[in-house]
């Protein structure tokens, strides 16, 4: 009986996610084009080929995660920090709450297509709202944004924030609000000032989510596509070009999808070894706590 | 710090609601309005000139468009709920060998970056005639495991006493499902529903490789195209950025609650 519950999930589950990850294996051995009929098996050479520094595919691969690499060190500690100061913010009743939780969430149900779009238009450095609103405050204002670097970086990450600080605010204050009040009461009982109460209480009491909302925002960062491809389309000159867009580009348009498969492989392991990194500083912590 | 919290909140509002406004307010403009320094924040003489250029244009139909990701967000939140509620059930409520074995490997697959699917995906959705057809965006991504977790603690909540005195008089596990455990799950299913449409609406990198011809896209993938056809007639682009907005943006407001909550209870089982 309990089968046949599962059988509409578990067919689905299998066939586009446990038969995929194994299926990705085999064509990283081969050398594989979803147009041509032969698809030769080549072995390890898909792999040999990115780690190897004479190869054609080395440079671009290594740029790609290198580009990955820059986007995710700059966003996340933003993501983080802006987005648990404005839960700060909002965690008290005031009136008009709610309104305000819903307007910074907004931006997170529109699509990175049409944040991409907006913020490019925004961005153009031409005929743009920012240089408009940046001369008009006696900046410069001709900084072309996402053909230069590391203004490209900076609009990118920016537009990430814009797109996603509303999604882990509201994380955070959900997070927030199942610190029990008696501690902040006992701890000002005890004459401790905001600031101690915010390290003593509130950052011991967020932990939990605080180290949920780094892993997801590590791994979202990691994935990063839709904004440089709409954005910046890996300009100025492929340096914002991600790890995902050069996959998707290699498997999916150059067709070479054995390459990609391995590309795809290399960086899932840079991930899970990040992800085991960040979850080992964690557990550290909390030990030399206990 | 009232004075200071009213300040922040004030900017930041600013913040983020003037790029949605400037973004309505340049669908509206003439070519020359939106491509104008410095740019005007109210259109001269609003014209409709943009939306009727894209809505029915062969090579950007985005009415198409917009159909195609009605079609496609919809179906695709049925069948997550549909899947996940059943598999749901099953893994909160009933007993069968292989349980811990089919929980556990569904748990492991959210370590899975999903990148690694897109490539052999692509392939098997190829082998499948399903390339460039929506079905290629509806299925292979309702295989989530977020849907079968959400669930799953959703039913293990519920009172067991209601589903045991329904066996007593005589219900069968269906029945109970059915009658019992789905009605007192409404809540639950309607934020999965709400959050799976928005997700699909919105998912960008495999419509953009899985579907090719112009009818054939959905809005988010289509928005590419017309970028690429249009790239600085910023008053088509800001309008069909509206049409592709505005659903989502209105569902928002009037389920505002179901969202957030949705997403802040699944940070926190996290």
Same mark, same amino acid.
């Given at each position: 009986?309990?089968?046949?519950?599962?059988?509409?999930?578990?067919?689905?589950?299998?066939?586009?996610?446990?038969l995929?990850?194994?299926?990705?294996?085999?064509?990283?051995?081969?050398?594989?084009?979803?147009?041509l009929?032969?698809?030769?098996? /080549?072995?390890?050479?898909?792999?040999?080929?990115?780690?190897?520094?004479?190869?054609?595919?080395?440079?671009p691969?290594?740029?790609?995660m290198?580009?990955t690499?820059?986007?995710?060190?700059?966003?996340?500690?933003?993501?983080? /920090?802006?987005?648990l100061?404005?839960?700060?913010?909002?965690?008290?009743?005031?009136?008009?709450?709610?309104l305000?939780?819903?307007?910074?969430?907004?931006?997170?149900?529109?699509?990175?297509?049409?944040v991409?779009?907006?913020?490019r238009?925004?961005?153009?450095?031409?005929?743009?709202?920012?240089?408009?609103?940046?001369?008009?405050?006696?900046?410069?204002d001709?900084?072309?944004?996402?053909?230069?670097l590391?203004?490209?970086w900076?609009?990118?990450?920016?537009?990430?924030?814009?797109?996603?600080?509303?999604?882990?605010?509201? =994380?955070? +204050?959900a997070?927030?609000?199942?610190?029990?009040?008696?501690?902040?009461?006992?701890?000002?009982?005890?004459?401790?000032?905001?600031?101690?109460q915010?390290?003593?209480?509130t950052?011991?009491?967020?932990?939990?989510?605080?180290?949920f909302?780094?892993?997801?925002?590590?791994?979202?960062?990691?994935?990063?596509?839709?904004q440089?491809?709409?954005?910046?389309?890996?300009?100025?000159g492929?340096?914002?070009?991600?790890? =995902?867009?050069?996959?998707?580009e290699?498997?999916?348009?150059?067709?070479?999808?054995?390459?990609?498969?391995?590309?795809?492989? &290399?960086?899932?392991?840079?991930l899970?070894?990040?992800?085991?990194?960040?979850?080992?500083?964690?557990?550290e912590?909390?030990?030399?706590?206990a | 710090?009232?004075?200071?919290?009213?300040?922040?909140?004030?900017?930041?509002?600013?913040?983020?609601?003037?790029?949605?406004?400037?973004? =309505?307010?340049t669908s509206?403009?003439?070519?020359?309005?939106?491509?104008?320094?410095?740019?005007?924040?109210?259109?001269?003489?609003?014209?409709?000139?943009a939306?009727?250029?894209?809505?029915?244009?062969?090579?950007?139909?985005?009415?198409?468009?917009?159909?195609?990701?009605?079609?496609?967000?919809?179906?695709?939140?049925?069948?997550?709920?549909?899947?996940?509620a059943?598999?749901?059930?099953?893994?909160?409520?009933?007993?069968?060998?292989?349980?811990?074995?089919?929980?556990?490997? &569904?748990?492991?697959?959210?370590?899975?970056?999903?990148? =690694?699917l897109?490539?052999?995906?692509?392939?098997?959705?190829?082998?499948?005639f399903?390339?460039?057809?929506l079905?290629?965006?509806?299925?292979?991504?309702?295989a989530?495991?977020?849907? /079968?977790?959400?669930?799953?603690?959703?039913?293990?909540?519920?009172?067991r006493?209601?589903?045991?005195?329904?066996?007593?008089?005589?219900?069968?596990?269906?029945q /109970?499902?059915?009658? &019992?455990? +789905?009605?007192?799950s409404l809540?639950?299913?309607?934020t999965?529903?709400?959050?799976?449409?928005?997700?699909?609406?919105?998912?960008?990198?495999?419509?953009?490789?899985?579907?090719f011809?112009a009818?054939?896209?959905?809005?988010?993938?289509?928005?590419?195209?017309?970028?690429?056809?249009?790239?600085?007639?910023?008053?088509?682009?800001?309008?069909?950025?509206?049409?592709?907005?505005?659903?989502?943006?209105?569902?928002?407001?009037?389920?505002?609650?179901?969202?957030?909550?949705?997403?802040?209870?699944s940070g926190?089982?996290?």
């Open positions: 009986m309990a089968w046949v519950f599962l059988a509409p999930y578990l067919i689905l589950f299998v066939a586009f996610v446990l995929p990850i194994v299926f990705g294996l085999w064509i990283s051995l081969h050398s594989w084009d979803f147009t009929p032969g698809k030769p098996f /080549v072995g390890l050479e898909n792999y040999k080929a990115l780690i190897d520094s004479t190869s054609v595919t080395f440079a691969f290594w740029n790609s290198q580009a690499g820059i986007f995710t060190l700059f966003s996340v500690p933003l993501l983080i /920090v802006i987005p100061g404005v839960a700060l913010v909002m965690n008290e009743n005031f009136p008009g709450r709610n305000f939780r819903g307007v910074f969430f907004a931006p997170y149900v529109l699509g990175v297509a049409v991409g779009v907006l913020w238009f925004l961005f153009d450095a031409n005929v743009g709202l920012v240089n408009s609103v940046l001369g008009g405050l006696g900046l410069p001709r900084i072309p944004w996402l053909s230069s590391p203004a490209a900076v609009a990118l990450v920016a537009v990430t924030i814009w797109w996603t600080l509303g999604f882990n605010a509201v =994380i955070f +204050l997070g927030l609000q199942d610190v029990p009040r008696e501690l902040y009461e006992a701890a000002s009982v005890d004459g401790a000032t905001r600031w101690s915010f390290l003593h209480v950052i011991p009491g967020v932990r939990p989510v605080l180290s909302v780094l892993m997801i925002t590590i791994i979202a960062s990691a994935n990063m596509f839709g440089s491809f709409i954005m910046t389309n890996g300009a100025p492929g340096e914002t070009e991600t790890a =995902i867009y050069y996959i998707v290699q498997g999916l348009s150059s067709f070479d999808m054995g390459a990609a498969a391995a590309a795809s492989w &290399i960086l899932t392991l840079a899970m070894a990040a992800s085991v990194l960040v979850f080992w500083l964690f557990r912590r909390d030990g030399s706590k | 710090m009232k004075a200071l919290r009213i300040g922040l909140l004030g900017l930041l509002t600013l913040l983020f609601v003037s790029p949605l406004l400037f973004m =309505i307010s509206f403009k003439t070519r020359q309005e939106a491509g104008q320094v410095p740019p005007t924040w109210i259109p001269r003489d609003p014209t409709l000139q939306y009727q250029a894209i809505l029915n244009a062969s090579d950007t139909p985005v009415f198409r468009w917009f159909v195609n990701s009605m079609v496609a967000a919809s179906a695709h939140a049925v069948l997550v709920v549909i899947t996940s059943l598999a749901a059930y099953a893994l909160a409520r009933l007993e069968f060998r292989g349980k811990r074995i089919v929980f556990a490997s &569904i748990v492991a697959t959210l370590f899975v970056p999903p990148v =690694i897109v490539i052999p995906n692509y392939e098997i959705v190829g082998r499948l399903w390339l460039d057809t079905v290629a965006v509806i299925v292979p991504t309702a989530n495991a977020f849907g /079968v977790f959400f669930l799953r603690q959703f039913f293990l909540q519920l009172p006493e209601l589903e045991e005195s329904a066996f007593l008089d005589g219900a069968n596990q269906w /109970v499902f059915a009658k &019992i455990a +789905l009605p007192l809540p639950a299913l309607a999965l529903s709400l959050l799976s449409f928005l997700t699909n609406w919105n998912d960008f990198l495999w419509p953009v490789y899985v579907l011809s009818e054939n896209q959905t809005l988010q993938a289509g928005l590419a195209t017309l970028q690429a056809a249009n790239s600085i007639r910023y008053d088509l682009l800001m309008a069909a950025a509206v049409v592709a907005s505005l659903p989502v943006l209105i569902v928002f407001m009037f389920a505002q609650r179901y969202v957030i909550e949705g997403v802040s209870r926190l089982k996290g």
